[in-house]
């Protein structure tokens, strides 16, 4: 295919397919497609819910359109699929999204075209799962009629330093000749450059580990923290001097939620029971990082217990909802871990945060976000995300919110040491 002849069409338009969309429909003809047909209506506002793209950035995307019409999209001939990759509540991969992208892609696929995935999955999968339902429907032929390639998505939510263009791109492509013209293809937008793998598996391999290896670091540092706790060590200061040596990794202890670093380990581990290997250190890790949730909760109640407080009906304020500061994706957020933990107490929990959006945390969780906090109301506050904005409003303010008698617990490290009766 020549790269003169592209028609680009981006499958799915959250945090990944947008910013991608934007960058190809600076110079080449793009169409980003979603199902969601109020997302697409903002769109064509140049409104970005998701805040990864501004309005004016839209605007140089001259050649990008968006649609839900699968009519629109059948003159394209490379298609990028760009839906997440959720778990189920077995911690097992739900392919859903992937699967309906794919059935997507095969009612519009035509001889010659190729399918480019961007979502993480387990090394293999893309061929396994996705391309299978490719064929059957749209009845063509892998690497006969279609073609294929893996280049997963790299995006940090609400990082405005190490955007798309500025993170080196893995590419792959299920023949040489496909391979050469994906990392070609995406070598126009990625001025960081790319990284051609040798297989589609060996990309997907890599996407996955990277969060892995990621949620086992920040997994011994929880475990850490914990150990810290008990000997009436300061975290954050035991870090910062080990950090003095010149090879010491720099992770801080926190809840690991979102969309990556708490889902991609299960991919793997997954495929490897299915394959007869029992993985290890990788669910250890795992373990550690989905109970630090339920962890802050109950070192909240203790030591508000310590200083006299009932426990029954205490009220508390949890400052922040979204799973990363400054940034409005609640996706997977661990905050409801906490929040479950505390009302399990029979505790009164109100949650503020303003970078999320009320009505999505509603769907998502049952939970109704408070918009206005009441002086001299709470037993406990938990500072559980470090926006910006809590940053700001210091110590005094913050427990201004407070009963004469409370504890605030500074899960973030958001204030300076000694401002708050307990960090983690």
């Not at 299920?174 to 013209?181: D, L, R």
């Not at 450059?193 to 580990?209: C, D, F, M, R």
């Not at 909802?321 to 009164?348: H, W, Y």
Request: charged share 25%; hydrophobic share 40%; aromatic share 8%.
């Amino acid at each position: 295919m020549s790269m003169s002849n592209v028609k680009i069409c981006i499958i799915g338009l959250g945090y990944v397919g947008l910013p991608l969309a934007v960058e190809f429909g600076k110079t080449l003809p793009t169409v980003g497609f979603d199902i969601d047909v109020n997302r697409i209506r903002e769109l064509l506002e140049g409104r970005d819910r998701t805040l990864e793209v501004t309005s004016g950035e839209m605007l140089e995307a001259k050649h990008l359109t968006y649609t839900t019409d699968l009519s629109i999209i059948k003159d394209a001939n490379v298609y990028i699929v760009t839906v997440p990759t959720p778990i189920d509540d077995s911690n097992s991969p739900d392919f859903g999204p992937l699967r309906s992208a794919s059935e997507t892609v095969a009612r519009v696929i035509k001889a010659g075209d190729v399918v480019i995935y961007e979502s993480t999955v387990y090394p293999g999968a893309t061929e396994e799962v996705c391309l299978p339902i490719v064929e059957k429907i749209s009845g063509l032929k892998f690497n006969k009629d279609f073609y294929a390639g893996y280049s997963p998505e790299r995006i940090n939510p609400g990082d405005k330093v190490n955007t798309l263009t500025k993170i080196k791109k893995i590419t792959s492509g299920s023949t040489p000749e496909v391979a050469e013209f994906v990392d070609a293809l995406y070598g126009r937008i990625i001025v960081a450059g790319t990284h051609k793998a040798s297989s589609l598996k060996v990309a997907e391999a890599a996407k996955v580990i990277e969060n892995t290896q990621r949620d086992l670091n920040i997994a011994i540092i929880n475990e850490f923290a914990k150990i810290f706790n008990k000997l009436g060590i300061d975290t954050e200061e035991v870090l910062k001097a080990a950090g003095t040596k010149w090879n010491f990794l720099h992770f801080k202890p926190g809840l690991v939620g979102g969309h990556c670093i708490s889902v991609d380990p299960y991919y793997l581990t997954f495929k490897a029971q299915e394959i007869g290997y029992r993985p290890e250190v990788i669910l250890a890790g795992r373990r550690i990082n989905d109970g630090m949730g339920e962890y802050v909760g109950t070192q909240l109640v203790k030591k508000m217990s310590s200083k006299k407080i009932h426990i029954d009906e205490a009220r508390v304020l949890v400052l922040g909802f979204t799973f990363k500061g400054d940034c409005p994706d609640v996706r997977n957020t661990k905050i409801i871990d906490i929040v479950n933990e505390l009302r399990d107490f029979n505790m009164s929990v109100d949650v503020y945060d303003s970078w999320a959006d009320p009505n999505e945390v509603m769907h998502e969780y049952g939970l109704s976000l408070t918009s206005i906090i009441d002086p001299e109301t709470y037993d406990g506050i938990v500072i559980a995300v470090d926006h910006t904005e809590f940053k700001e409003w210091g110590a005094d303010k913050i427990r201004s919110f407070g009963k004469k008698q409370h504890v605030l617990y500074d899960v973030k490290h958001v204030l300076s040491l000694g401002d708050s009766d307990i960090r983690l």
